[in-house]
């Protein structure tokens, strides 16, 4: 019975939504209509509505097999139509435009974050790579999930480092001393190891994120102040033409007045 429903409700909607779109279409125009964003958006929405629909009822009818998550996925994307509350939501759209115009800014920090992440990389298969973690040299942190024996896999463990994931312990993997041959080899480990995870969480953690959410703030702050600036000027602007139609309402009646008096004149 439940499943009914929702199957009811998923074709009243979908009317719902295709009777908005012909509306639309037939109101403004193919050309007009589509030139607003948000309009694109309910027609996307619409394709997947009736694309889902079509879709089960081929699957139902086994004329083509089609996996059933595919379905699931369109369905849910529909939910993208909640943005357009965001023609309403003033604060949310200035924050939206000020991420959208601060990206040229944050894509060069994204560079300056690749470059200390390919740095600290290198660094970490050098000097950790042959760091080995079994049954008999036991690692809390350390394994096939994060480790720094190549390249790729160092940028993923870097990554989860930055995070804070438990970075210390992972530090502590590489300051052990049960692997003799690998401490005889790098017996300066204990040095590098300590100094090289606490540069990286500096650089990563309290310089380049607070530089990122510097310039989101700076740039939002400039927004704000933009916004201000143009009500304040909307409303000097107002105000200037009240003021401007009451000396012309008065000089009307100055002028009525004198007509009233060289006709009283007249007629002495």
Request: with cysteine; proline share 2%.
């Amino acid at each position: 019975a439940l499943a009914e429903f929702l199957e009811c409700c998923n074709y009243i909607f979908t009317v719902i939504f295709l009777i908005e779109f012909l509306w639309k279409i037939i109101a403004f125009g193919p050309t007009r209509y589509f030139k607003d964003k948000w309009n694109q958006l309910d027609f996307f929405i619409v394709i997947l509505s009736i694309g889902s629909i079509v879709m089960e009822k081929m699957k139902n009818k086994h004329i083509i097999p089609i996996n059933p998550t595919l379905i699931r996925i369109m369905r849910v994307l529909r939910i993208t139509r909640i943005l357009k509350l965001l023609k309403t939501a003033k604060g949310i759209q200035a924050l939206l435009d000020t991420i959208i115009e601060t990206l040229p800014q944050i894509g060069n920090l994204g560079f300056l974050f690749f470059l200390l992440f390919f740095i600290f990389a290198t660094l970490g298969v050098e000097l950790f790579g042959r760091l080995e973690c079994n049954e008999e040299q036991l690692c809390s942190a350390i394994d096939k999930h994060a480790n720094f024996q190549n390249f790729g896999m160092a940028l993923l463990t870097l990554f989860r480092i930055a995070t804070g994931d438990n970075w210390n312990s992972i530090m502590k993997d590489t300051l052990r001393q049960d692997d003799l041959s690998y401490t005889n080899k790098y017996n300066f480990i204990t040095i590098i190891s300590p100094i090289y995870f606490v540069i990286f969480i500096l650089m990563a953690q309290f310089v380049l994120l607070n530089v990122v959410v510097a310039v989101l703030m700076k740039k939002l702050e400039d927004s704000n102040r933009i916004i201000h600036d143009n009500i304040q000027i909307n409303q000097k602007i107002q105000l200037d033409i009240s003021n401007q139609n009451s000396i012309e309402q008065s000089l009307v009646n100055i002028n009525t007045l004198d007509s009233k008096d060289k006709q009283t004149l007249t007629n002495l």
